[in-house]
């Protein structure tokens, strides 16, 4: 191969790995923007929650929440092995898996 057909393969090369990280980058921008998952405990007092990251309280609603804070739709995993009874209406934990 001549040293200019060398230099045009390298540089088509290069153009080609800087289009494919751009898109690559782009498209991981694009598809986990504006996702939140939450962990919500629900019960009588907060400080005797486990690990959490919202609380609601037993008047309150988890899908309630989930409406308020997910910008379109949502999943509710409940988190079953967490659960226990203690206070008025014991505690849960939910996930909730905001979707784009």
Partial sequence: MEP???RIASITGAIVVALLGSLYWGASVY???GT???LVCQGDQEELCERHT?????T????????SVCERSYKLLP???NERKNGRCGYKIVRVF???
């Fill in 36 to 38: 939140r998952d939450l």
């Fill in 98 to 100: 905001c979707q784009r």
């Fill in 54 to 58: 919202e609380f609601v309280d037993c």
């Fill in 4 to 6: 200019s057909s060398i």
């Fill in 79 to 81: 988190a079953s092995e």
């Fill in 31 to 33: 598809l986990f923007r």
């Fill in 60 to 67: 309150g609603s988890v899908e309630g929440l989930a409406k």
